[in-house]
């Protein structure tokens, strides 16, 4: 393997975490290369045991103990990845933009990794660490004390730092989407952060999978504007149009 072949597989190994299995093909269009480098690339990856290649497709290798954020990321993915890929498609070279933590907003950050010279601000250190090797993108992480969980921050320092950015989109998560209530959180610190997020943002982007339809959660998100849009993959179900009514609805096929 060349030296230039050796820099694709760091984002090899991401797209196998991330999507649970890929194909050859499917690797060789998401960096922009040919089928036959991919698999010079897999080959020795497989050989040291950091995925398994089978016929047809290269698979991630389970870990025992795995973080609950990872376990997070392999639910629902192929719904993730089509979402990450429509919410990509709305983001231009050059965007500013916030991110927040969450297993979709993950798989938003790998698919923006395509994207040239970003102005990132997260909580994240998924999505910071995803984001920052990139030429040309400028990303700062907002905070100083990581959750052991996920390694997101939510203390003083990350909400300062959030405050001192104006961006064109926050991209922004949701662990339901309850038809009276709207977009809702489990923990207070999150939903402070997503309204800290929108409020310094000229557009807030909400990316949800079809899982969290009817789903209710404690904490409401008050934090959408008219013209907001909401991302997900499959027509939200019937008695939603009221709190998604003043929403511009992409869904990702």
Same mark, same amino acid.
């Given at each position: 393997?060349?030296? &230039?072949?050796?820099?694709?597989?760091?984002?090899?190994?991401?797209?196998?975490?991330?999507r649970?299995?890929?194909?050859?093909?499917?690797?060789?269009?998401l960096?922009?290369?040919?089928?036959?480098?991919?698999?010079?690339?897999?080959?020795?990856?497989?050989?040291?045991?950091?995925?398994?290649?089978?016929?047809g497709?290269?698979?991630?290798v389970?870990?025992?103990?795995?973080p609950? &954020?990872l376990?997070?990321m392999?639910?629902?993915?192929?719904?993730?990845?089509?979402?990450?890929t429509?919410?990509?498609?709305?983001?231009a070279?050059?965007?500013?933009?916030?991110?927040?933590?969450g297993?979709t907003?993950?798989?938003?950050?790998?698919?923006?990794?395509?994207?040239?010279?970003?102005?990132?601000?997260?909580?994240?250190?998924?999505?910071?660490?995803?984001?920052?090797t990139?030429?040309?993108?400028?990303?700062?992480?907002?905070?100083?004390?990581l959750?052991?969980?996920?390694?997101?921050?939510?203390d003083?320092?990350?909400?300062?730092?959030?405050?001192?950015?104006?961006?064109?989109?926050?991209?922004?998560?949701?662990?339901?989407?309850?038809?009276?209530?709207?977009?809702?959180?489990?923990?207070?610190?999150?939903a402070?952060m997503?309204?800290?997020?929108?409020?310094?943002?000229?557009?807030?982007?909400?990316?949800?999978?079809?899982s969290?339809?009817?789903?209710?959660?404690?904490?409401?998100?008050?934090?959408?504007?008219?013209g907001?849009?909401?991302?997900?993959?499959?027509?939200p179900p019937?008695? &939603?149009?009221?709190?998604?009514k003043?929403l511009?609805?992409?869904?990702a096929?």
């Amino acid at each position: 393997m060349t030296r &230039f072949e050796q820099r694709y597989e760091q984002d090899v190994l991401n797209a196998v975490s991330l999507r649970g299995s890929v194909t050859v093909e499917e690797l060789a269009a998401l960096l922009g290369v040919s089928g036959q480098t991919v698999r010079r690339v897999v080959r020795p990856m497989a050989e040291r045991g950091e995925l398994t290649k089978v016929h047809g497709a290269i698979l991630a290798v389970e870990k025992a103990g795995e973080p609950p &954020f990872l376990a997070r990321m392999n639910l629902n993915h192929r719904a993730k990845v089509a979402i990450a890929t429509a919410v990509a498609g709305l983001i231009a070279d050059g965007d500013s933009l916030a991110l927040d933590v969450g297993s979709t907003t993950g798989f938003i950050a790998q698919a923006l990794r395509q994207h040239r010279n970003l102005n990132v601000v997260t909580n994240s250190s998924f999505i910071a660490t995803s984001l920052a090797t990139i030429p040309g993108n400028r990303v700062h992480m907002a905070g100083v004390e990581l959750r052991n969980h996920d390694g997101a921050a939510f203390d003083r320092r990350a909400f300062e730092t959030v405050r001192g950015f104006r961006v064109r989109y926050a991209v922004l998560s949701a662990s339901a989407v309850h038809p009276t209530h709207g977009f809702m959180v489990h923990d207070h610190c999150e939903a402070e952060m997503s309204g800290t997020m929108a409020s310094v943002a000229d557009t807030r982007i909400v990316a949800v999978d079809h899982s969290k339809f009817g789903r209710s959660a404690l904490l409401t998100l008050p934090i959408l504007q008219p013209g907001d849009i909401l991302v997900t993959d499959a027509k939200p179900p019937r008695g &939603f149009s009221r709190v998604l009514k003043d929403l511009t609805v992409h869904v990702a096929l």
